[in-house]
Nanobody
Framework: QVQLVESGGSLVQAGGSLRLSCAASGRTFSIYGMGWFRQAPGKEREFVAAISWSGGRTHYADSVKGRFTIFRDNAKNTVYLQMNSLKPEDTAVYYC??????????????????WGQGIQVTVSS
């Protein structure tokens, strides 16, 4: 069973930057893809970004493409989400997620079986 702990959430002004971190423990980190999701008040949780187990492939939601970057450090068992040019509509609780299938050859948006507790990101206008 993998444990995921997010950090780095904060209040930031529009146009600013923030980096979220997600530390994983409990199983071999480097063989599983990872992802980030978010949920704004009154809305369903939505996909933000995902990265393959090797880090060689990434996928982004259209709403964050060009502004957000997902990357991982397998030596630190950590996945990151670098968020630039933040907008008020990026305000949400952000969740880290771990793929349930090791060595997946594609970048999944739906195959996540473990979730962090979530962390608040608030972007003021």
């Amino acid at each position: 069973q993998v444990q995921l702990v997010e950090s780095g959430g904060s209040l930031v002004q529009a146009g600013g930057s923030l980096r979220l971190s997600c530390a994983a423990s409990g199983r071999t980190f480097s063989i599983y893809g990872m992802g980030w999701f978010r949920q704004a008040p009154g809305k369903e949780r939505e996909f933000v970004a995902a990265i393959s187990w090797s880090g060689g492939r990434t996928h982004y939601a259209d709403s964050v493409k060009g502004r957000f970057t997902i990357f991982r450090d397998n030596a630190k068992n950590t996945v990151y989400l670098q968020m630039n040019s933040l907008k008020p509509e990026d305000t949400a609780v952000y969740y880290c997620a771990a793929d349930s299938l090791p060595y997946r050859t594609t970048v999944t948006k739906t195959g996540f079986g473990s979730w962090g507790q979530g962390i608040q990101v608030t972007v003021s206008s």
